[in-house]
Nanobody, 124 residues
Framework: QMQLVESGGGLVQAGGSLRLSCVAS????????MAWFRQAPGKEREFVAA????????DYADSVKGRFTISRDNAKNTVYLQMDSLKPDDTAVYYC?????????????????WGQGTQVTVSS
């Protein structure tokens, strides 16, 4: 089985930047598509970004497009989320997730593994 551990969250001012990391255990990280989700208080979980197994394709939610960048380093079993120009509305717990196969849109996939999340707080 795979374990996912997020890190890099914290408290930043609006307009600032953070870089989240998600480190996976196991030997087959490159076999999985990876995604980031977030959930804010009083809101449903929402899709943020996804990246395919070798990093060739990426997808972003409209709310973060142009501000966030997803990337991965398969040699380090790590997926990243670079977050720039942060807004208070970005405040949420951020989760990474892994899926071996894409059978539907990224936001509707049944992901095989989830991390436990890292808190991002953006002050106004």
């Amino acid at each position: 089985q795979m374990q996912l551990v997020e890190s890099g969250g914290g408290l930043v001012q609006a307009g600032g930047s953070l870089r989240l990391s998600c480190v996976a255990s196991g030997r087959t990280f490159s076999s999985y598509h990876m995604a980031w989700f977030r959930q804010a208080p009083g809101k449903e979980r929402e899709f943020v970004a996804a990246i395919t197994r070798s990093g060739g394709d990426k997808d972003y939610a409209d709310s973060v497009k142009g501000r966030f960048t997803i990337s991965r380093d398969n040699a380090k079993n790590t997926v990243y989320l670079q977050m720039d120009s942060l807004k208070p509305d970005d405040t949420a717990v951020y989760y990474c997730a892994a899926a071996q196969y894409q059978t539907t849109g990224w936001g509707n996939l049944r992901y095989d593994y989830w991390g436990q999340g890292t808190q991002v707080t953006v002050s106004s």
